[in-house]
């Protein structure tokens, strides 16, 4: 039984009809065709690259025989915008998720949150790519999704549903698919699996040069934070160097773990998820992972900062472990090798005596995805045990004293080219030294 609340409907306003009527709810919700945001510039996938993408979605959905798939998205570091970004390029904060619906023939519809200015604005943004952009009024995105497939006729057909999360599996909320399921009775409800990390696997041009803008994000926000650590200054400061850094780039902060512990008694293997109010002192190490987007595309990167000189320790410790160990995972990214060698390159740690966290690289796609390389074992789609031009890779070796008291985190991602591999961001390969005033 459907139990949500059911505003009024009302369809489209033209602006003629509610300029006059801005403080009336209603008519502000579904504004339509504005002079609002005329002149707001975003940058935007080309035509082409768009049709590319619908194609080699309604592709997938030939091959499992689907007539609608719906397409989520939101904030969460899984997906980052998922494939609503990948199909609208909005990037949704607002809401759990965002939909596109995608018919195997016809127009897709987007279902964005809000109303009023702010799906004005949203249409302005994709309209490249999707013309028709509907607000969820209040949450009611089945809703929406019911009327849109009645529009289609294909109340008798099978609908996909793709995760939300594809990492933990998640899909739309509950209540959102028993609307669905109530008010489409005589359809199928299908959960696909892995779509979107299949169609982004291989990276266009076009999406690739995101990905080395987000390698430039990358590196500014490392810049930033050597020039900020400083005796005195708390670890969410160096957080907010980072952030500030990415954002004025025109990107997206994805994740910004940071952390740090004295060198001459450590006892931190890993930067801090959540950087806290720890203020550093002269001696400590700063291990961190950062990863910034752009347009949707992120880009991770990791590498240790000292404040002051480092002890004689953590140099021995980066030149005869984590750099050697770094080196024989990378060497090992390039097309036509299998994902297994980065794994067996891994196990330098444990044969020189050491150990790591398990994690030693993985894929990205829009994010964090597979391949995934642990120490013990590879994660991987039959698709992607071979590595291919196009493919991004993100190598991370988080090598460990015997002791398990300190570690460092060196990090870097990479493209996947014909010839080779290329590292998308220009960080040097050394300890950074923050001056100590």
């Known amino acids: 039984m459907n139990t949500q609340i059911r505003p009024p409907r009302i369809g489209p306003q033209p602006w003629e009809a509610v300029r006059g009527k801005l403080d009336q ?26 049709e590319r993408r619908y194609r080699a979605l309604r592709a997938k959905m030939r091959e499992d025989k689907l007539d609608v798939v719906i397409v989520p998205g939101g904030p969460s570091h899984w997906s980052f915008g998922g494939g609503m970004l990948w ?51 209040s949450g009611r995105y089945a809703d929406i999704m019911v009327e849109r497939i009645r529009e289609l006729k294909l109340e008798r057909g099978r609908i996909g549903l793709m995760e939300i999360d594809p990492r933990h599996g998640d899909y739309m909320p509950v209540n959102q698919y028993h609307v669905l399921r109530d008010n489409l009775p005589d359809a199928e409800l299908v959960f696909t699996k892995g779509f979107l990390h ?20 990358c590196k500014n926000a490392m810049d930033a934070m050597v020039a900020r650590a400083a005796p005195g200054v708390k670890e969410y400061e160096l957080r907010a160097a980072a952030g500030a850094a990415i954002l004025e780039g025109g990107g997206d902060i994805d994740f910004l773990i940071i952390g740090s512990t004295p060198m001459d008694n450590p006892a931190l293997i890993f930067g801090n998820p959540r950087p806290s109010s720890r203020v550093l002192k002269k001696g400590d190490i700063i291990n961190m992972e950062l990863a910034a ?7 991770q990167v990791g590498s240790p900062i000292c404040v002051g000189e480092p002890t004689e320790m953590v140099k021995k410790f980066w030149h005869d472990v984590t750099l050697p160990g ?9 097309p036509g090798k299998p994902v297994e060698n980065m794994r067996l390159a891994s196990k330098f740690f444990r044969d020189n005596g050491y150990q790591s966290r398990p994690t030693q690289c993985h894929g990205i796609d829009l994010v964090t995805d597979k391949p995934h390389v642990v120490a013990e074992h590879v994660a ?55 001056k100590c005033i």
């Open 25 to 50: 709810s209603l008519p502000f919700a579904n504004m339509r065709d504005t002079p609002y945001y005329r002149d707001a510039v975003w940058e935007q996938f080309s035509k082409a690259e768009y």
């Open 87 to 137: 199909l609208t390029g909005h990037w949704e904060w607002h809401a759990l998720s965002s939909y596109v619906l995608v018919p195997l023939e016809g127009e897709p519809t987007m279902i964005y949150s809000m109303g009023g200015t702010h799906a004005e604005a949203v249409r302005r943004q994709v309209e490249v790519a999707v013309k028709d952009v509907r607000h969820s009024r």
């Open 198 to 217: 299949e169609l982004l696997s291989i990276h266009s041009v076009e999406e690739l040069d995101c990905v080395r803008k987000a390698g430039v994000l």
């Open 293 to 299: 987007g752009y347009r949707g595309y992120t880009a």
């Open 326 to 334: 770094y080196h024989r995972i990378v060497a090992e990214i390039a």
């Open 380 to 434: 991987a789609e039959d698709f992607e045990q071979i590595l291919k031009a196009g493919m991004v890779i993100m190598a991370e070796p988080n090598p460990i004293t015997p002791d398990g008291l300190f570690g460092i985190f060196l990090g870097h991602t990479f493209i996947v080219t014909d010839k080779g591999h290329e590292v998308v961001d220009e960080f040097p390969l050394e300890i950074a030294v923050a």
